[in-house]
């Protein structure tokens, strides 16, 4: 027996049109096709033409709970963790966007990371290789430095995101 990798994560979600807009717009993952399964969706991939889909979202039906929406946050999962590459640009359209993160400088590591969570409340850290990074390395001073088990998720900056027309 073998594991050979993590296949995707499953999102559940309420606004389908925000959440899907945060991985494409904000993070750069990119739509690729979806089977019918009868209930709204989206599968995200990559960047690339060998990407595979790695997040999937859904809406309706199966998503819903016993009050008719979906859960938000994380549960049990602290977070999920993306490898990426451009450090101060994924900052700087967190910024533009009012969406709120942190940063953390993996100790005995070259790993930097932002933290930042979707509008359905999933945290996710983005991991990447901080010597092929420029500039600065992760603040971490108190109040800009992630803390584990700290949540900072702040429903009204999705909202505010949700309502824009597109990624500023």
């Known amino acids: 027996m073998i ?3 993590l296949f995707h994560i499953a999102i559940k979600t309420n606004d389908l049109a925000a959440t899907e807009r945060f991985y494409v717009d904000v993070l750069g993952l990119r739509k690729v096709a ?5 209930y709204p969706g989206a599968w ?9 889909a790695i997040i999937h979202i859904y809406a ?18 602290d977070h999920v963790s993306i490898a990426a590459h451009g450090y101060h640009d994924f900052r700087a359209v967190f ?6 993160y942190r940063e953390f400088l993996v100790p005995g590591t ?16 983005l ?11 992760p603040d971490m001073r108190p109040g800009r430095s992630y803390v584990a ?3 900072f998720f702040d429903p009204a900056s999705h909202a505010t995101f949700a309502k824009q027309d597109r990624l500023q």
């Open 44 to 52: 995200l991939a990559a960047p690339g033409p060998a990407g595979a």
């Open 149 to 151: 088990g700290s949540s």
């Open 60 to 77: 309706g039906g199966p998503a819903l709970g016993a009050d008719g929406r979906a859960p938000s946050g994380t549960a049990a999962i």
């Open 95 to 100: 910024e533009r966007n009012g969406l709120p």
């Open 3 to 5: 594991v050979s990798g």
């Open 34 to 38: 979806r089977p019918e399964f009868g």
């Open 127 to 137: 991991t990447f290789e901080g010597e092929n990074e420029t500039g600065r390395p």
């Open 110 to 125: 070259t790993l930097w990371q932002l933290f930042v969570y979707d509008p359905s409340g999933v945290q996710l850290e």
